[in-house]
């Protein structure tokens, strides 16, 4: 048993070894990727439940890495934001997607709303602020036609100038959408307290819609209370017929998920909006 111990230790070593080295190989591509410009932007639509038209896009960054093929935002983000490259990243994408945006209605004031995400990281140094500012003024997009989504641990964090940050932000004309909702936990006092526009319920929530009753009193509830709050509610992650008849039903005000469309291309967008505004 000593030996099979030995061997144990040995394995998670290695295990241990592994995640570093792939860390590391990622850390440097990342850095690579960056001064290259490597990265590019998916736009994933948010129909409005009661006119069934898009009202909005969210812009997800995608990584194609020539050796390792695409790697999820899932993995390379929490590396940004361990390595301090997650500023860089954040403004890139920001940029590009106003700039994709601006693009799509020739320089004229664009009907969608665009949403980015913005890393709770970046609250931490205080310059939200300024990043954003700075992105509106270089390409020139109309401030209350964009929104940030921020997850709910900004919510729950204690970086004590975050109502602070997002006053400024709420100032400029810019929304505040807390995203991922319903898996931290923050109280309702302070929620009430932050100037907020939407809230995302997340994923995991709708998922079980149709199969745990839980998880729908928990989506009705959330549904509620942000509208006694006066804010939006979007459900992300909405994959079955059952699950948009169950959030639309109970006034979700937007819906997102691979039942309408998955993330895609700017081009791919361009398409959808066409064929909308012929319908
Ligand atoms: P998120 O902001 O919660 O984005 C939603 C994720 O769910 C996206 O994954 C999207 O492709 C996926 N999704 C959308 N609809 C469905 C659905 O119906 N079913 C399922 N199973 N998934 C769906 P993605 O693009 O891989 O992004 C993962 C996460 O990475 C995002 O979660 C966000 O936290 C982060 N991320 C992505 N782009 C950026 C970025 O530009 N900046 C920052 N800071 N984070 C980003
Ligand atoms: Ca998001
Ligand atoms: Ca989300
Ligand atoms: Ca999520």
């Not at 003024?137 to 964090?157: C, D, I, M, N, Y």
């Not at 009430?192 to 509830?221: A, H, Y």
């Not at 059952?242 to 967008?269: D, I, M």
Request: proline share 4%; glycine share 6%.
């Amino acid at each position: 048993s000593k030996e099979l111990g030995g061997n144990q230790f040995n394995f998670y070593v290695t295990e241990m070894n592994q995640r570093t080295e792939r860390r590391m190989l990622l850390e440097s591509k990342l850095r690579d990727a960056l001064s290259k410009q490597a990265f590019t932007l998916c736009y994933q639509p948010k129909w409005n439940t009661q006119s069934l038209r898009i009202a909005g896009v969210e812009a997800l960054i995608r990584w194609f890495d020539p050796e390792e093929g695409f790697i999820s935002p899932a993995e390379f983000i929490p590396l940004a934001e361990d390595c301090g490259l997650i500023g860089e990243i954040d403004d890139w994408v920001a940029r590009q997607a106003c700039r994709d945006i601006l693009s799509l209605y020739e320089g004229a004031e664009p009907e969608l709303s665009l949403a980015v995400n913005l890393s709770p990281a970046l609250f931490v140094n205080e310059d939200v602020y300024r990043r954003i500012a700075g992105t509106l003024e270089q390409t020139g997009f109309p401030a209350h036609k964009l929104e940030l989504e921020v997850t709910e641990t900004l919510v729950v964090s204690e970086v004590a100038s975050v109502h602070e940050q997002l006053s400024k932000i709420r100032q400029l004309g810019v929304e505040i959408a807390i995203d991922d909702f319903g898996v931290a936990y923050s109280s309702l006092s302070r929620l009430k307290q932050l100037p907020l526009n939407t809230l995302k319920i997340d994923r995991s929530f709708i998922q079980d819609i149709g199969s745990d009753q839980d998880d729908e009193v928990i989506v009705r509830t959330i549904i509620d209370m942000a509208h006694n709050l006066n804010l939006k509610v979007v459900a992300e992650g909405v994959e079955t017929e059952q699950q948009y008849q169950f959030v639309k039903r109970h006034h979700c005000n937007l819906v997102q998920g691979y039942l309408f469309s998955k993330p895609v291309p700017l081009a791919e967008l361009a398409r959808l909006l066409q064929q909308q505004s012929c319908s």
